[in-house]
C-alpha cells in the first residue's frame, strides 16, 4: 500500500518548542481509578474506520482497507470524512474529531480502528467529546501518531485501547494472532519475541537486551516517543505514577531518541515509572558522521539503567510488519530478564 507517513519530527516542532519552554513539569491528568472493559469483538460486529491524521490519497487503498477488516470477519462502517483532505491532514480538525465522535455515539459501532497515523492526532483532541466517549466504552485501535488519542483516552475515557496495527497495516500472521487472541477470544496472552523474527528495516526485532534486571507490574502506558514527548505540558497525559511504560519510534536518528528521553527525564516521568520497554526504532539511524556518536543500545542504556526499574529493548512494538497488540491502560508484568510482557487479565468483557 502507498500510505506514506509524514516526518513527525518537522510536523511536531511547534508542540515540541512549546514543551520544552515550560519552566514547570507537567501537570498530568489523573487516570481513572477502575478501568472499564468495552466489549471484545465477535464475527460480524461493525466497526467504524476513521483518519484522525493523515489522509490516504488513493482510493484503491482505501479499498484494500475495507477488504481487510472484512476478512476478520466484521463489518466496515467509514467515517463521514474518511476520503476527506485537507493540506496534509485527512479534513479539517473539527471533521476528524466529528467521525471520531460519532462512531462512539453510534449504539452500532463496537471498536473503531484508525486507518492510519502520519501527523495530526494532537489538533483534534480539543475537539472531542470526552464526556460521550467515557460514557459509551469501545476499543480504538491503531498506532504511531494515534498514540496522541491513547494516551488522552487513558487519561479520561476510563477504558482500555489497543496499540496495534492500524488497518492500513500489512496485518502479519503475529499480528493477527496477537490481536485475535486479545480483541476476540479475550485472553490474556504473554507477548515473547520469537527468535529470528527479524525484519530487514530495523535488523533488530527478533533479539531483546536487558537494561536492569527483574520484574515490574504496573499499567501499560505509552506509544511513539515522538508524539508522548510533544504531548508533554498538556492536560491530555495520564499518571506515569507506577506504569510500565512502553515506547517505539521511527527516522528518528540517535540524538534525537536521546533528546526526547532527556526531556521525560527533566519532566519527572521517567522517575515514576516502575518498569520501561522500548520496543522497535525502524529507520533510527544519524544523519551524518558528527551525530553518530552513540548506538540507539548505548543511549537507551544511558536513560534507562540509572532509573533502578526493570527495563528491556526489543519487544515488538512498533513499525515493522508483525506487532504486539498492547493494550493502553491494562495492568501487566514485565520480566526483562526474558524479554517478555504478560497480560494479567482480560481487557474485553
Known amino acids: 500500500m502507498s500510505l506514506r507517513m509524514l516526518n513527525r519530527r518537522t510536523a511536531l516542532q511547534g508542540l515540541g518548542a512549546t514543551a520544552a519552554a515550560l519552566a514547570l513539569p507537567p501537570r498530568l491528568a489523573a487516570a481513572p481509578q477502575a478501568l472499564r472493559k468495552p466489549p471484545r469483538l465477535r464475527p460480524g460486529d461493525t466497526v467504524g474506520l476513521v483518519e484522525p491524521a493523515g489522509f490516504t490519497d488513493d482510493e484503491f487503498d482505501l479499498a484494500l482497507v475495507i477488504e481487510t477488516i472484512r476478512a476478520m470477519g466484521l463489518v466496515p462502517r467509514p467515517g463521514k470524512h474518511l476520503a476527506d483532505r485537507y493540506g496534509y491532514l485527512a479534513g479539517e480538525d473539527k471533521a476528524r474529531a466529528a467521525d471520531i465522535n460519532a462512531m462512539y455515539a453510534d449504539k452500532s459501532v463496537r471498536a473503531v480502528f484508525a486507518v492510519r497515523g502520519g501527523w495530526g492526532c494532537a489538533r483534534i483532541l480539543p475537539h472531542l467529546d470526552f464526556d460521550l466517549i467515557r460514557a459509551n466504552p469501545k476499543l480504538l485501535i491503531g498506532f504511531s501518531d ?29 499480528s493477527w494472532d496477537a490481536f485475535q487472541s486479545l480483541v476476540f477470544a479475550g485472553e490474556a496472552p504473554v507477548y515473547a519475541t520469537p527468535p529470528g523474527n527479524e525484519d530487514r528495516l530495523t535488523q533488530r526485532a527478533g533479539r531483546t537486551r536487558t537494561f536492569r534486571p527483574g520484574k515490574a507490574t504496573g499499567r501499560l502506558i505509552g506509544g511513539n516517543l515522538t508524539v508522548l514527548s510533544a504531548l508533554m505540558g498538556t492536560p491530555y497525559l495520564p499518571d506515569f505514577d507506577g506504569a510500565i511504560l512502553f515506547l517505539e519510534d521511527v527516522d528518528e536518528a540517535q540524538y534525537r531518541i536521546d533528546r526526547m528521553l532527556t526531556q521525560l527525564t527533566l519532566a519527572g516521568v521517567l522517575r515514576r515509572v516502575a518498569g520501561v520497554v522500548f520496543g522497535q526504532c525502524t529507520n533510527c539511524r544519524a544523519s551524518g558522521p558528527s551525530l553518530s556518536g552513540f548506538t540507539l543500545s548505548q543511549v537507551l542504556k544511558q536513560h534507562l539503567e540509572p532509573l533502578g526499574v526493570p527495563a528491556f529493548e526489543g519487544a515488538l512494538i512498533g513499525h515493522i510488519p508483525n506487532q504486539f497488540s498492547i493494550p493502553v491502560g491494562a495492568r501487566a508484568e514485565i520480566d526483562a530478564d526474558a524479554g517478555t510482557i504478560r497480560i494479567l487479565e482480560p481487557v474485553v468483557a
Open 146 to 174: 494515534i498514540t496522541a488519542l491513547h494516551l488522552a483516552f487513558a487519561a479520561r475515557a476510563g477504558f482500555t485501547t489497543i496499540h496495534g496495527p492500524n488497518a492500513g497495516s500489512s496485518w502479519g500472521k503475529l
